[in-house]
């Protein structure tokens, strides 16, 4: 049943550009683009345990990097967003190294993350040579080889393409040592140590994994809207946005980021397009804010556990 | 060479000592009880000898190698395994998936893995209910699964820590079979435990502790009439 959904739901995605307007083809890269950076996440959030509150960090530095690149050095985003993800990934073995030798779990460690992101952030935003705090405007040159171009359909591709290899490396990862390991660590890491599992190695790989992965959607996010500021892209808001999408959707499953996505996003997109006019700005907030504490209040596994649960559910009666 | 040696072994928070000077030796096949009234530093012992305490002082070898300053999985790879006073599964996690990762400390591979943990929850008749989530299961459940979960690391040593509290009678006799069958299966046992009965039909040997030190070290007839053992338990008793 779950293959049947997931080949179906899979046919329509890759076809619905050709049915569909632009307007609708903008909204599912918004709701691709926050699955996959969730996805991604989720990896060191849902599977490890180990919420991090500043991935807006990693995606800054994606976005950044292959953005400076090309704007100083004329360098194709192709190639530099590996340069922006090995970055963010010593970003996050630093980060993690230092978090982890001092014991630093739980609570204490979304703070930290929180404030190497607001670091970055901070750093970025008085540096002029980084762009400061008017941002980076990428020229606009429509070339398939600088990773531009005029139509949104093949942005819609690719971060596409990006949502499947993430939920590819997740489900390797899931039915692997590593994705055994990282349950482990999240459920009680002192239990986890003494069966044979070096905590901090795996936690260490779990922020590695999931940095390289945010920072390539940084670089897609740089090409896509050719735009980029300290606040948005490293800001506390977008980490926000991204952890809750995993939460409300179910951490620490395939699905979860996915379906949180699908939930949340259209909710921001569509209220913000519908309401701000007419003394209603405040609206989306408000309904968007409404939805999280109901689902928070009544589904805490998550939408998409839920989900699954319902359809195990219906396959065992049947 | 014993398997274990534990020698001049201190450990003190603040101005107590909870283990003051310890020395013992386990040998290989052995099963060894671990008794003294509550407080007496028989859990600090296990959380030194399995790497989650640093000693103040002293030694320990185990196959002759020092386990001071090693981390829990790295005493775990070496080949001790222990279980928790009070038990840590991995609550969300199935039945299987706890035995899992237990599993995979020595397998060679993630198939091997699997067919030892699955191997391990039929022999300690957990395997119907090996999907079932870790937190739903009952007490004596839960503490089966924390040793199946231990042994699924394929230790040469196991620490078991008070494994019969909260057991009815006969879940305890069910206990007391389950770990002579571990012993027969080559691994060496250092057993803590309050329930009398099983601690003097399992053991070998037992070894007495009292604030922090050892008071008697010999076979169960002779610690059992040694006075110094009675006062130490009378005296206990007395006091509280």
């Known amino acids: ?318 | 060479m014993s398997l274990l040696e534990v020698r001049r072994l201190t450990k003190s928070f603040g101005g107590l000592k909870a283990v003051a000077g310890v020395d013992f030796r386990l040998d290989k096949g052995e099963i060894v009880g671990l008794i003294g009234p509550n407080g007496a530093g028989k859990t600090t012992l296990f959380n030194l000898i399995s790497g989650y305490l640093t000693p103040d002082a002293g030694e320990i070898y185990f196959r002759g190698v020092s386990l001071i300053r090693q981390k829990p999985h790295e005493v775990c790879h070496l080949g001790v395994a222990r279980t928790f006073q009070i038990v840590q599964p991995f609550p969300n996690l199935t039945t299987f998936e706890n035995v899992m990762v237990g599993a995979l400390n020595r397998a060679s591979s993630f198939e091997e893995g699997r067919a030892l943990a699955l191997e391990i929850l039929k022999s300690m008749k957990l395997f119907e209910k090996r999907q079932v989530l870790a937190k739903n299961l009952t007490i004596s459940d839960r503490k089966r699964l924390e040793m199946a979960r231990a042994l699924a690391t394929q230790p040469d040593l196991l620490l078991l820590d008070e494994v019969m509290a909260g057991l009815n009678p006969s879940e305890v006799e069910e206990m007391i079979r389950l770990i002579q069958r571990i012993r027969k299966q080559g691994v060496t046992l250092l057993i803590i435990e309050h329930v009398l009965k099983a601690i003097m039909s399992l053991s070998d040997r037992i070894v007495v502790l009292h604030h922090g030190e050892k008071i008697a070290d010999g076979s169960p007839e002779i610690v059992s009439r040694d006075t110094g053992v009675i006062e130490a338990y009378l005296g206990d008793l007395l006091l509280s």
């Open chain 1, 1 to 318: 049943m779950g293959y049947l959904l997931t080949g179906l739901g899979s046919v329509v995605l890759i076809a619905l550009p050709l049915f569909v307007g632009s307007y609708f083809v903008t909204i599912l890269i918004s709701i691709l683009y926050y699955a996959y950076l969730s996805g991604c996440w989720n990896i060191l959030g849902g599977y490890a345990g180990q919420l991090s509150l500043g991935h807006a960090a990693f995606f800054g530095i994606g976005a950044y990097t292959s953005s400076l690149l090309f704007m100083k050095w004329q360098i194709s985003p192709w190639l530099s967003m590996w340069v922006g993800a090995l970055l963010a990934m010593c970003f996050g073995l630093f980060m993690g190294s230092l978090s982890f030798r001092f014991g630093l779990r739980g609570f204490y460690f979304v703070l930290v993350t929180w404030a190497f992101a607001e670091l970055l952030r901070l750093i970025t935003l008085s540096l002029d040579v980084l762009g400061g705090p008017t941002g980076i405007f990428i020229s606009y040159k429509t070339s398939p080889w600088q990773f531009q171009f005029s139509s949104k359909v093949p942005y819609y591709y690719i971060i596409l393409g990006l949502v499947a290899l993430e939920l590819f490396i997740s489900y390797k990862i899931e039915g692997s040592k590593l994705g055994f390991y990282l349950k482990a660590i999240r459920e009680n890491e002192l239990a986890a140590e003494g069966s044979g599992v070096p905590t901090t190695r795996y936690k260490l790989m779990a922020v590695v994994i999931s940095a390289f992965l945010t920072a390539l959607g940084g670089t897609f996010y740089a090409q896509y809207l050719r735009y980029m500021d300290p606040e948005t892209t490293m800001g506390v808001s977008l980490s926000v946005e991204i952890m809750i999408r995993a939460m409300v959707g179910g951490s620490g499953t395939l699905i979860g980021p996915f379906v949180g996505s699908f939930i949340l996003t259209p909710l921001s997109e569509l209220s913000r397009t519908y309401f701000t006019k007419g003394g209603l700005e405040g609206l989306p907030l408000i309904i968007y804010g409404s939805v999280l504490i109901l689902i928070v209040l009544f589904l805490p596994q998550g939408v998409g556990t839920w989900m699954m649960e319902k359809l195990a559910g219906y396959r065992n009666k049947s």
